[in-house]
T-cell receptor
Framework: GENVEQHPSTLSVQEGDSAVIKCTYS??????FPWYKQELGKRPQLIID?????GEKKDQRIAVTLNKTAKHFSLHITETQPEDSAVYFC??????????FGQGTILTVHP | NAGVMQNPRHLVRRRGQEARLRCSPM?????VYWYRQLPEEGLKFMVY????????ESGMPKERFSAEFPKEGPSILRIQQVVRGDSAAYFC??????????FGSGTRLTVV
């Protein structure tokens, strides 16, 4: 089955800096890679996703890159703000089946 | 669209009791997934259902846990004879083919 590894487990940045979170996956059949943001006590919320037929996707301050050959994908947040502080999860799978989640990254943005 | 609705939000059960968690998917979504999240951990897949069918239950414990998604009504995750180790947040998500998951607000189960 799929195995998704996520790094780092914690990330601390100053407001305005960029943050990068990296994930690797094991199953070549996976073709869908979403990222979720979870605030304390809240539900995970989809912030961006990428499918295996593209290498990069951007939505305002958030971008995701995918390297299928190396089986890794990354989340990039630019111009970070305190409200970006949360736990971020990557996941891999198919868009209509089981998703396997990474262990999560606690992002703290200091004002 | 009310989103994915889960109830109850909080559930307290004594050891040995049964827990029933409900999930109503978003309107138009026919795929339902259940995940478990232990404190300060990631989301672990439990089961994937479509109406009246279990598609993938590879993450479900072999005993005490069951799930259904009937033709009418919400999806139900049932835990029989709960133990302290069942204490966790249980999230339901729904999707249509090709779309990302939308998660519900979760049910926080506490076994005392």
């Amino acid at each position: 089955g799929e195995n998704v590894e996520q790094h780092p487990s914690t990330l601390s940045v100053q407001e305005g800096d960029s943050a990068v979170i990296k994930c690797t996956y094991s199953d070549s059949a996976s073709n869908y890679f979403p990222w979720y943001k979870q605030e304390l006590g809240k539900r995970p919320q989809l912030i961006i996703d990428i499918r295996s037929n593209v290498g990069e996707k951007k939505d305002q301050r958030i971008a995701v890159t995918l390297n299928k050959t190396a089986k890794h994908f990354s989340l990039h947040i630019t111009e970070t703000q305190p409200e970006d502080s949360a736990v971020y999860f990557c996941a891999g799978g198919t868009s209509y089946g089981k998703l396997t989640f990474g262990q999560g990254t606690i992002l703290t943005v200091h004002p | 669209n009310a989103g994915v609705m889960q109830n109850p939000r909080h559930l307290v059960r004594r050891r040995g009791q049964e827990a029933r968690l409900r999930c109503s998917p978003m309107k138009g979504h026919s795929h339902v997934y259940w995940y478990r999240q232990l404190p300060e951990e990631g989301l672990k897949f439990m089961v994937y259902l479509q109406k009246e069918n279990i598609i993938d239950e590879s993450g479900m414990p072999k005993e005490r846990f069951s799930a259904e998604f009937p033709k009418e009504g919400p999806s139900i995750l049932r835990i029989q004879q709960v133990v302290r180790g069942d204490s966790a947040a249980y999230f339901c998500a729904s999707s249509t083919t090709g779309d990302g998951y939308t998660f519900g607000s979760g049910t926080r189960l506490t076994v005392v």
